[in-house]
């Protein structure tokens, strides 16, 4: 059974970081491509960013391009979701998703297995 659990979500002031973390379980993050997305109260979930199962591919969304990585520890099974120059708009919950390919996609259709997600809070 896939399993996916995130963790490290918090409150942190404006201009901060945090770094979330995601535990994948029955198979290996190695065997297709991981993303993060989140989800703010009363919006739809939306797209962070995705590695690609080489590790060789990321993508992220614009609203967090040059703030956000997302790395990965083959080792521990493990994708990371380094948040930094935190504003109050990132304020969401946050999911870690195994995709159906290969190459990183955006859409959330293109994801079969979900993690519970992990709150962050970014305070003014």
């Known amino acids: 059974q896939v399993q996916l659990v995130e963790s490290g979500g918090g409150l942190v002031q404006a201009g901060g970081s945090l770094r979330l973390s995601c535990v994948l379980s029955?198979?290996?993050?190695?065997?297709?491509?991981m993303g993060w997305f989140r989800q703010a109260p009363g919006k739809e979930r939306e797209f962070v960013g995705a590695?690609?199962?080489?590790?060789?591919?990321?993508n992220y969304a614009d609203s967090v391009k040059g703030r956000f990585t997302i790395s990965r520890d083959n080792a521990k099974n493990t994708v990371y979701l380094q948040m930094d120059s935190l504003k109050p708009e990132d304020t969401a919950v946050y999911y870690c998703?195994?995709?159906?390919?290969?190459?990183?996609?955006?859409?959330?259709?293109?994801?079969?297995?979900w993690g519970q997600g992990t709150q962050v809070t970014v305070s003014s």
């Open positions: 590695i690609s199962r080489s590790g060789g591919s990321t």
């Open positions: 998703a195994q995709s159906r390919y290969a190459t990183t996609v955006q859409a959330p259709a293109g994801y079969n297995y």
């Open positions: 029955g198979r290996t993050i190695t065997s297709y491509a």
